[in-house]
C-alpha cells in the first residue's frame, strides 16, 4: 500500500475566507467564504476520498475496514474508526468562544471528547488565539460576564505569528481570532459547544446556536493562561498527549525525510516548502497532507527549505 493523498473537503463558515487560495494555491467552491477544509477523516457525515494512484475513489473507512492491518497495524480493529482528523482553518473573522467535551463529561452529554492541536502556518500582524482563563478568573465570575455579554476580559489572549503552535485539551475554552491559518490536527470528533458568539449571525441571518449549559458543563475553570510554543531548531515536540503525538521537523534544501515500514501509521503534513517523491516525478506542495501506511516505508525530498509536522502514536 502506497502514502495515500484525499481530495479536500471543503466547508461554508460564516467566519472563512479565501486564504486557502491564496496562500495554499487551492481552487475552492466560488464566492462561498470556505472556513474549514478537511483533509482527512473517517466519519459517517465526511469521509475522505483517495485523490490519485492505484487506490484513488476509494474512501478512508472503505481501506480501513479492507486492509486494516496494512494501513494501521496488527491489533487495530476494522470497524474502528481512523482516529484522526485533519484540517485547514481559514480564520478571516473570530470563530465563537467554545468548548469540547472532557472524556469524561462527554458521553453524559452525548458528544464525543475533542482534544486539537494548532499550527499557525500564517498570521496577519494583528492576529491572536484566545484560549484558558485569565488567572484568579472563578466560575461565579464567569458566570456573571456571560449574563453581561462581557467575557473577552476573562479570556487569555495570546498574540499569534507564522511557526507557532497551541494544545488544546479538550476542556479548555478557546476561540482563533481572525488573520489565522491554521492546520488543526485532532481527535476524530465534532463536538463543539459554543457558550458565546460575539453577537454574531450566521450566514443565513439568524443568531447562532449556543450550548451554554453543556459548556459549563465542559470548561475546566482551572485552566489558565496556557503558553504558546514557538519554533525553535530543527526538530521539536509540539504535543505528547494521550490522544496523538505531534513533532515539528525543519529540512533543509536536498534533505531526506525517511520512514521505516512496520512501525505505525503516520501523517505527514507540509506546512511549507514542498517535497517530493520518485525523483522528483511527484511534488507535494505546503498544505499537503499524507497518509503513511503502517506496512510501507517512505522516504521524501525536501526541494527547498521545507516545515513539516509528523502526526503519530494514535490512540
Known amino acids: 500500500m502506497e502514502y495515500l493523498t484525499f481530495k479536500p473537503i471543503y466547508q461554508e463558515r460564516v467566519w472563512g475566507g479565501r486564504s486557502l487560495e491564496s496562500h495554499l494555491g487551492r481552487t475552492l467552491p466560488e464566492g462561498a467564504p470556505i472556513g474549514e477544509s478537511w483533509e482527512i477523516v473517517d466519519r459517517p457525515e465526511a469521509n475522505s476520498v483517495v485523490a ?5 475513489g476509494r474512501t478512508l473507512g472503505e481501506l480501513r475496514a479492507r486492509w486494516t492491518r ?27 468562544l467554545q468548548v469540547h467535551p ?7 452529554l452525548k458528544g464525543e471528547p475533542k482534544t486539537e492541536n494548532w499550527f499557525i502556518a500564517h498570521a496577519t ?3 491572536a488565539l484566545l484560549a484558558g482563563l ?24 495570546l498574540p499569534s ?3 507557532d503552535s497551541l494544545f488544546v485539551p479538550s476542556g479548555r475554552i478557546h476561540a482563533i481570532d481572525g488573520g489565522n491559518l491554521i492546520l488543526e490536527i485532532q481527535q476524530n470528533s465534532d463536538t463543539t459547544y459554543r457558550v458565546y458568539d460575539w453577537g454574531r449571525v450566521g450566514l443565513d441571518g439568524q443568531p447562532r446556536q449556543l450550548h451554554v449549559q453543556e459548556s459549563m458543563a465542559s470548561i475546566d475553570f482551572q485552566d489558565f493562561e496556557p503558553q504558546l510554543i514557538h519554533a525553535e531548531g530543527t526538530r521539536q515536540t509540539l504535543a505528547e498527549s494521550e490522544e496523538f503525538a505531534l513533532r515539528r521537523i525543519h529540512l533543509r534544501a536536498a534533505e531526506t525525510l525517511a520512514f521505516l515500514p512496520d512501525e505505525q501509521p503516520r501523517i505527514l503534513s507540509v506546512v511549507s516548502g514542498s517535497l517530493s517523491v520518485d525523483a522528483g516525478k511527484i511534488v507535494h506542495p505546503a498544505g499537503s497532507n499524507l497518509l503513511l501506511p503502517y506496512i510501507r516505508g517512505f522516504a521524501f525530498l525536501a526541494r527547498e527549505p521545507t516545515t513539516v509536522l509528523v502526526t503519530e502514536n494514535f490512540a
Open 134 to 157: 485569565r488567572k484568579g478568573v472563578t466560575r461565579k465570575a464567569f458566570e456573571k460576564a456571560l449574563s453581561e455579554n462581557n467575557l473577552e476580559d476573562l479570556i487569555c489572549r
Open 125 to 127: 500582524e494583528e492576529a
Open 102 to 108: 472532557p472524556k469524561a463529561v462527554a458521553g453524559k
Open 52 to 56: 490519485e494512484g492505484a487506490l484513488a
Open 161 to 163: 505569528k507564522a511557526g
Open 70 to 96: 496494512d494501513l494501521m497495524g496488527p491489533g487495530w480493529r476494522a470497524d474502528r474508526p481512523f482516529p484522526i482528523l485533519v484540517k485547514w482553518l481559514d480564520c478571516v473573522e473570530r470563530l465563537s
